[in-house]
């Protein structure tokens, strides 16, 4: 079973970058689609982006498009989420996710995804 651990959140100012990782452990995290969700305060969660795994799909919802990129690194067992121009609207905590089926990491608010992270607070002032 693959675990995952999240790194990399904090505080930034409007229009600064960060870049959050997602470290797996188990042998198997290659075979996996990942994803990257968010919740903020009194909202519910929802899909940010999400990578496939041999072909490298990538997807993102559009109000991240152009600022967010999602990468992986197999070899480091590791999934990435570079953030730049970030907004208030940004903030809040973000999980990353991993499931043998891409649909499920793509999905809306990945009801079924397989294995979540603990979550990383991203906080944006203005």
């Known amino acids: 079973q693959v675990q995952l651990v999240e790194s990399g959140g904090g505080l930034v100012q409007a229009g600064g970058s960060l870049r959050l990782s997602c470290a797996a452990s188990?042998?198997?995290?290659?075979?996996?689609?990942m994803g990257w969700f968010r919740q903020a305060p009194g909202k519910e969660r929802e899909g940010v982006s999400c990578m496939g795994t041999a072909d490298a799909s990538t997807f993102y919802v559009g109000s991240v498009k152009g600022r967010f990129t999602i990468s992986r690194d197999n070899a480091k067992n590791t999934v990435y989420l570079q953030m730049n121009s970030l907004k208030p609207e940004d903030t809040a905590v973000y999980y990353c996710?991993?499931?043998?089926?891409?649909?499920?990491?793509?999905?809306?608010?990945?009801?079924?995804?397989?294995?979540w992270g603990q979550g990383t607070p991203v906080t944006v002032s203005s």
């Open positions: 188990g042998r198997t995290f290659s075979s996996y689609a």
């Open positions: 996710a991993a499931d043998p089926n891409m649909f499920v990491v793509c999905g809306t608010t990945g009801g079924r995804v397989e294995v």
